[in-house]
C-alpha cells in the first residue's frame, strides 16, 4: 500500500482561544491598569459615596421627611435629576432632556421608531459624556500644574534640627490644598542661634480658592518672618494681612505658629483658632497647646495671647488639621478626637517619621477606600 503523503495528512488546526484569551485579557488589564475586582468595587462604592453626598446637598431632606414613605423615592429621584442638570451648561442641558425623551419615547414603541430612538438616544448621551469628560481632563491637567507649584511653597524636606527631627504629611482632598505646614529657620541657622519656626495653617473652603490663599499666607510669613519679628508681633501682622484678603471674615485662616529655641528647648507658640497641638511627654502625659485667640482673618484688631513650653528629649510635638480627626469612613463615624489622643498616647518610640506612619495607619485603617471631605495633615517634631 502507497504511503499518504505528509501534504495529504490533515493537519490539526491550532485553538483560536488561547489567542483570543490573551486579546481579552489585554483589553482588560488596560481598561482595568491591573486592579482587581475587590479594588475596582471599592473605588466604585468611593466614588457611589461621594456623588451621593456630593448631589445630596442639593436635595431638600426636610421636605422628603414630610412625605408618606411610597413617595419618598419619586421625590428624591426627581431631586437628584434636577441636581444633576443644573450643573450642566443650559445647551448640555437641552441635550440630556432630549436624550431621556428619546429614550423614553423607545419604551413606547412609537411608530415602531422604538429601535432608532435607543440608538439616537445613546449616541447623544455618549457626546454629552465626552463634553463632560473633555472639561474634566482640561480641568485636571491645570489642577496638577496648580498642584505641583503648590509643592514649592511647601518643604519637601524638613530642615537639619541638633537634638530633634521633624516630619510631615499631607493628603489633599482634591488636586490642591488649603493645608499648609511650614519649617524653617527665618533668619539664621540653629548653629548660629537661630529659632525654628514651626507652622501649620487651614484655610477655610476647599480646592483652588483655598489654595490660593494658602499661597498668599506662605508668601507674608516668609516676608515678615524673615525680619525676624517675636510671634506677639508677628501674628497681628500676619491677621490684619489675611483681614485685607478674607472677603470679610469669609476666607479665614485658622494656623498654629510657633518659635522653638534649640538651646533652652523652649517653644513659644500662638494658637490663631486651630486644632490644638499636642505635646506627648516621654512620660506618656499630654499636653495641649491652646493659647491664641481669633482665626486669622475675621478682626483685624484682634488680640493673641502668647503661650509657651519646654520640650525635653523623649518628648513628641504633634501638629495636624482638623482633617485628621474629622475623617470618617464607610459608616459616616468619624475618627474622633478620642481615638487620635488615644492614638498619640501609644505612639512607639523611635522617630518622628516613624511616628508619623503610626498616625497616618491609623486613620488609614479607620477611613478604608472612603473618600475624605477635607485635607489631611499632619506634622511631628520629636525631641532627641
Known amino acids: 500500500m502507497n504511503p499518504i503523503p505528509p501534504s495529504v495528512i490533515p493537519q490539526a488546526r491550532e485553538p483560536r482561544w488561547p489567542g483570543r484569551f490573551r486579546r481579552t485579557r489585554g483589553f482588560w488589564q488596560r481598561v482595568s491598569e491591573g486592579s482587581d475586582l475587590d479594588d475596582l468595587w471599592s ?5 457611589a459615596r461621594a456623588s451621593y453626598g456630593f448631589y445630596g446637598k442639593d436635595v431638600n431632606w ?4 414630610a412625605l408618606p414613605h411610597w413617595r419618598r423615592p419619586f421625590f428624591i429621584a426627581k431631586q437628584f435629576f434636577w441636581a444633576l442638570m443644573m450643573k450642566l451648561s443650559p445647551a448640555r442641558r437641552v441635550l440630556l432632556l432630549v436624550a431621556v425623551s428619546l429614550f423614553i419615547l ?3 414603541r412609537v411608530h415602531n421608531f422604538d429601535a432608532k430612538f435607543v440608538w439616537l438616544s445613546t449616541a447623544l448621551l455618549l457626546l454629552l459624556l465626552s463634553l463632560e469628560l473633555a472639561d474634566k481632563v482640561i480641568m485636571k491637567r491645570d489642577l496638577e500644574i496648580a498642584r505641583e507649584i503648590q509643592t514649592w511653597l511647601v518643604p519637601s524636606q524638613p530642615p537639619e534640627i541638633p537634638g530633634g527631627d521633624i516630619a510631615f504629611a499631607t493628603r489633599p482632598q482634591n488636586s490642591v490644598a488649603g493645608d499648609y505646614y511650614d519649617a524653617f529657620y527665618p533668619t539664621v541657622s540653629a548653629a548660629e542661634g537661630g529659632k525654628l519656626m514651626l507652622v501649620i495653617a487651614d484655610v477655610a473652603g476647599k480646592s483652588v480658592p483655598a489654595a490660593l490663599l494658602m499661597a498668599t499666607m ?23 494681612y489675611a ?17 522653638y529655641e534649640h538651646g533652652t528647648g523652649c517653644l513659644t507658640y500662638v494658637n490663631a483658632g486651630h486644632n490644638m497641638p499636642v505635646v506627648r511627654r516621654a512620660d506618656g502625659t499630654l499636653e495641649e497647646l491652646d493659647k491664641g485667640g481669633l482665626p486669622l482673618g475675621i478682626e483685624s484688631t484682634a488680640k493673641y495671647e502668647t503661650g509657651s513650653t519646654c520640650l525635653r528629649p523623649g518628648d513628641i510635638l504633634i501638629f495636624f488639621t482638623d482633617g485628621c480627626i474629622e475623617a470618617f469612613n464607610a459608616k459616616s463615624e468619624e475618627f474622633g478626637n478620642l481615638r487620635w489622643l488615644k492614638a498619640i498616647r501609644a505612639l512607639p518610640s523611635g522617630t518622628a517619621q516613624e511616628s508619623l506612619h503610626y498616625l497616618m495607619r491609623h486613620v488609614d485603617e479607620f477611613v478604608g477606600a472612603t473618600r475624605q471631605s477635607d485635607d489631611i495633615t499632619c506634622m511631628i517634631f520629636r525631641c532627641r
Open 106 to 108: 423607545s419604551s413606547l
Open 243 to 259: 483681614c485685607a484678603h478674607s472677603l470679610d471674615g469669609r476666607r479665614f485662616t485658622t494656623a498654629v505658629l510657633a518659635q
Open 43 to 47: 473605588q466604585f462604592t468611593a466614588d
Open 62 to 65: 426636610q421636605e422628603v421627611e
Open 218 to 240: 506662605q508668601a507674608s510669613l516668609r516676608t515678615v518672618a524673615g525680619e525676624d519679628a517675636p510671634l506677639d508681633m508677628l501674628v497681628p501682622r500676619l491677621n490684619r
